[in-house]
């Protein structure tokens, strides 16, 4: 596609569901991150991917956490009992992989949960 | 963790007038970026520079990178309304682009 499309737009869930947020990189890109951004701070790196791999995952915040690359191009982030903390804005970028180059980002998902 | 800390954390201008943003960070750097951000949602990249250049120019923005003060600054001249957003600083030091995003700096211009 033209750009970094991220699935849903919201999602509002009940504390304590599964949730799962979808991010289509665009075509070609090997790198692909994600982030989160509450409100009125910066994105927080989340995981890094290159091609399948999760390459560094270090800014996952806890074991509720996981994403998933399977074949290289649409990444799924996962989030397991979900809890109120997990507000924020997931925001997805990719990028072709190399150093100093561009990361173009998605219009992220906006997770509330109630 | 945030690395970098954009500084002011709000700044109102007048239309016409020009922007100047400061961004701050704690490590060495590849590069340093910044982006545009509307309405709390996705980010524009602006502009990158690298850790071996001083200034770089694109359309109105003018980016300057001091890495013995390990500091960079953004000025947006002739400002228009279209500019208002928030702005963030992101630095990169790993082999990949990992960046690491500052608080951002909340820009309002009035028409």
């Known amino acids: 596609g033209a750009g970094v499309s991220q699935t849903p737009s919201n999602k509002v869930t009940e504390k304590g569901k599964y949730v799962e947020l979808r991010c289509d990189p665009i075509?070609?890109?090997?790198?692909l991150y994600w982030y989160r951004q509450s409100l009125g701070q910066g994105p927080e790196f989340l995981i890094y991917?290159?091609?399948?791999?999760?390459?560094?995952d270090s800014g996952l915040p806890n074991d509720r956490f996981f994403a998933v690359r399977p074949e290289g191009s649409v990444s799924t982030l996962k989030i397991q009992r979900t809890e109120r903390g997990d507000s924020a804005v997931y925001l997805c970028?990719?990028?072709?992989?190399?150093?100093?180059?561009?990361?173009?980002f998605g219009q992220g998902t906006r997770l509330t949960v109630v | 963790s945030q690395q970098g800390e954009e500084d002011p954390q709000a700044l109102s201008i007048q239309e016409g007038e020009n922007a100047t943003m400061n961004c701050s960070y704690k490590?060495?750097?590849?590069?340093l970026q910044w982006y545009r951000q509307n309405s709390g949602r996705g980010l524009v990249h602006l502009i990158l520079?690298?850790?071996?250049?001083r200034e770089k120019h694109s359309g109105r923005l003018r980016v300057t990178l001091d890495t013995s003060k390990k500091s960079s600054s953004l000025l947006i001249t002739a400002s228009r309304a279209a500019d208002t957003a928030s702005y963030f600083c992101?630095?990169?030091?790993?082999?990949?682009?990992?960046?690491?995003f500052g608080i951002g700096t909340k820009l309002q211009v009035i028409p």
């Open positions: 970028a990719s990028s072709q992989g190399q150093t100093n180059t561009e990361a173009f």
């Open positions: 075509s070609g890109h090997t790198a």
């Open positions: 991917f290159q091609g399948t791999g999760a390459a560094d």
């Open positions: 490590t060495s750097i590849n590069n």
């Open positions: 520079i690298r850790s071996n250049e």
């Open positions: 992101a630095t990169d030091a790993g082999g990949y682009q990992k960046v690491t």
